[in-house]
């Protein structure tokens, strides 16, 4: 079995995806869903998959979850709440109610978007976060190096909370650089409640000129500060698609990992996700 452990489907008749601006991302202005996605997964010998939110809109996490219900390839949803509201509790309680929500695994928010850098920090967050502890949830970081530090502190006063942090903390691969991205990732890596998701990387490469030997020196860092055991392939499709097929993209994942011993690398490519998901 093969795990994708991130991607995302969307509706544009439905529901606009205000962050697809400019004409970078212009050919992410279409729908995608699992009629796109199923051939594509199929041909790549990927058996289960984790979709996960792209916008902070309360209906969308239902929506996500009812199509998991009725999907032969979804297997867990990462959904969205406002973890500042005073009833989070219940309210990812009655998510655990509609159609699917047995299939609800974790929680995520775009603190990549906010303009407060201690955003995670706050007191209201924190009572969120803890209820999405209580709950038997994860939380998904989708963040900016800049803010890996604060996503430390966060962990580290969350033990009971497992932390999996998407697309690496978004390295700067088009540039080469390593620090100080690497370093705040060795610092969030040394708790154990927090896992990576080796996804993202080739949209922050150079889209047009990307090699898997561009990615290497950030998929080596994550590998050895996680550990394969902690380390999860995600596609991150249809976003990838600026930059590559979802064939290129898990074909990159299995060279950037050919070094590992079989193990290791069924951790990467299913157990992690397996257990971190429940899928």
Request: net charge negative; with cysteine.
């Amino acid at each position: 079995m093969t795990v994708d452990a991130h991607h995302h489907v969307w509706d544009l008749s439905v529901r606009d995806q205000d962050w697809i601006t400019g004409p970078e991302l212009r050919p992410l202005r279409r729908n995608f869903g699992m009629t796109d996605l199923a051939p594509e997964a199929d041909a790549a010998g990927v058996d289960r998959t984790v979709v996960v939110q792209t916008v902070t809109v309360a209906e969308e996490t239902p929506e996500l979850l009812a199509l998991a219900e009725e999907s032969r390839l979804v297997a867990a949803v990462v959904g969205w709440t406002d973890l500042t509201r005073p009833d989070v509790a219940d309210e990812l309680a009655r998510l655990r109610e509609v159609p699917g929500g047995r299939l609800l695994r974790g929680i995520r928010h775009q603190v990549q978007g906010e303009r407060d850098p201690g955003w995670l920090l706050r007191p209201d967050v924190r009572r969120g976060l803890a209820a999405v502890a209580d709950a038997g949830l994860v939380y998904d970081l989708v963040v900016l190096p800049s803010q890996l530090a604060t996503c430390a502190r966060t962990a580290a006063d969350h033990p009971g909370l497992t932390f999996v942090l998407d697309h690496l903390g978004k390295p700067p691969i088009v540039t080469g650089a390593l620090e100080p991205w690497a370093g705040a990732v060795r610092v969030l890596a040394e708790l154990p409640n927090t896992v990576c998701k080796l996804s993202g990387m080739v949209t922050e490469a150079d889209p047009a000129r990307w090699t898997p030997e561009d990615l290497r020196p950030y998929a080596d860092t994550v590998l050895e500060a996680f550990g394969p055991d902690r380390t999860m392939f995600g596609s991150d499709w249809p976003v990838c698609t600026l930059a590559a097929t979802y064939g290129q993209v898990l074909r990159a994942a299995e060279q950037l990992t050919a070094h590992l011993d079989e193990t290791e690398r069924r951790s990467v490519f299913t157990a992690t996700a397996a257990r971190v998901y429940r899928v």
